[in-house]
């Protein structure tokens, strides 16, 4: 089923040395840019790491040092990969947890801010597992009623990023109106309603160490905006401060923000503290 689109897609893998947020490097990027006119275009990159690629990684992927050592580096390639992606929404299997974190990173250790919260994040993975649960493989059979490893090899970024451009549309077709009589089986064609039905969690941070929590008033009766919706703010999700209003802990104890700056956290989740320090400072 050909999807609603209101603005270009980017469905896409990634193959990279570890699972690693902070220390890990991509490898190899592909992508399909989808138009809302239905155009296609299929790009696919390998990356050099900079580093060298581990065994079991090349044992997965099939992707070695030899395969990479021309290849530029994410720095050399990201503003044309931030040019190509600007005004863009995501897809990927895996993408909220894994893909979209590694590539934040990548654009900020390159210094583009790229800000993907203004970009849907459509999880084929999320969908799978909320309508039936299970694997990328599961599902190529599942939606599309063939066996991957008949279609594509496994591992690689370029082939798993067909298999799951392809499962999206058979969710799509699966679950539309007209194929389901049950209201909660039904998933609309709809990009906002994709991009809230993929999400699994209320992060603010790819890494979750921000979470989004309902403002309460003092008997914990949960607060409404004008459009009748939960106010929620920005609460910390680990730490002496779990469950504490980010801008609170701030003001309290200024020294915190320097520490999580100074330690080894992810820089999207330091970009995103340091968003909600200076909107507190040009609110006072």
């Not at 296609?40 to 997965?60: A, G, Q, W």
């Not at 040092?65 to 290849?71: N, S, T």
């Not at 905006?225 to 703010?233: E, L, T, V």
Request: charged share 35%.
């Amino acid at each position: 089923m050909k999807l609603n689109l209101t603005k270009p897609l980017i469905v896409f893998d990634l193959e990279a040395t570890g699972l690693d947020l902070v220390r890990d490097r991509i490898i190899q990027i592909s992508f399909i840019k989808i138009y809302p006119d239905g155009k296609e275009e299929r790009d696919n990159l390998f990356i050099n790491p900079e580093c060298p690629i581990p065994k079991i990684v090349t044992e997965l992927t099939g992707i070695n040092d030899e395969d990479v050592k021309d290849a530029p580096t994410f720095k050399e390639k990201a503003k044309e990969l931030a040019d190509r992606f600007t005004g863009c929404d995501f897809a990927g299997y895996n993408s909220n947890r894994f893909d979209l974190p590694l590539l934040a990173e990548e654009f900020l250790r390159a210094e583009i801010d790229f800000d993907f919260s203004k970009c849907r994040q459509i999880d084929a993975m999320n969908i799978f597992q909320k309508m039936e649960r299970r694997n990328l493989a599961a599902a190529y059979k599942f939606y599309c009623n063939r066996n991957m490893d008949d279609d594509f090899k496994a591992h690689r970024a370029d082939q798993d990023t067909e298999a799951t451009w392809r499962v999206l549309q058979g969710q799509l077709d699966m679950y539309s109106p007209d194929k389901q009589d049950d209201p909660e089986r039904i998933l609309r064609n709809d990009m906002d309603e994709l991009d809230a039905f993929s999400r699994m969690n209320d992060f603010v941070d790819f890494a979750g160490r921000i979470v989004w929590k309902e403002l309460t008033d003092g008997n914990g009766k949960v607060l409404f905006d004008k459009q009748n919706k939960p106010r929620k703010h920005e609460v910390f999700n680990f730490g002496k401060y779990k469950g504490m209003d980010v801008s609170e802990v701030l003001r309290k104890d200024p020294g915190y923000y320097s520490w999580i700056l100074s330690s080894d956290f992810t820089y999207d989740t330091k970009q995103v503290l340091t968003r909600i320090r200076l909107r507190e400072f040009n609110n006072k």
